[in-house]
């Protein structure tokens, strides 16, 4: 199934790490979704420039109980979207 593109309105949270250092974006990503619904979309808000789409795209995906869904560059910086994992 291919999902449609996403905005930050679709997301049902909405987390910004833009200014945190490594590896507090991680650890801060992976708090909330712990707390998250399974199926919940999580918009991340990096500040990354888009030139570091890759890097972000890493490490979402090492994140414990998550399926990236798609990345997109901003102004503002990459956007992450990944949904939470049913739990087994």
């Known amino acids: 199934m291919v999902e ?15 200014g945190q250092v490594c590896a507090m974006p991680i650890l ?3 708090d909330e ?3 998250a619904a399974d199926g919940d979309l999580l918009a991340i808000k990096t500040g990354k420039p888009v030139d570091e789409c890759e890097d972000v795209e890493d490490w979402v995906r090492r994140l414990d109980g998550a399926s990236l869904i798609s990345t997109r560059g901003t102004d ?5 979207f990944l949904r939470r994992q049913a739990s087994d």
Request: no cysteine; hydrophobic share 50%; proline share 0%.
């Open 4 to 18: 449609k593109s996403f905005t930050i309105e679709d997301a049902d949270a909405v987390l910004d790490v833009t």
């Open 76 to 80: 503002d910086g990459v956007i992450a």
């Open 33 to 35: 979704l712990r707390s």
């Open 28 to 30: 801060t990503a992976a």
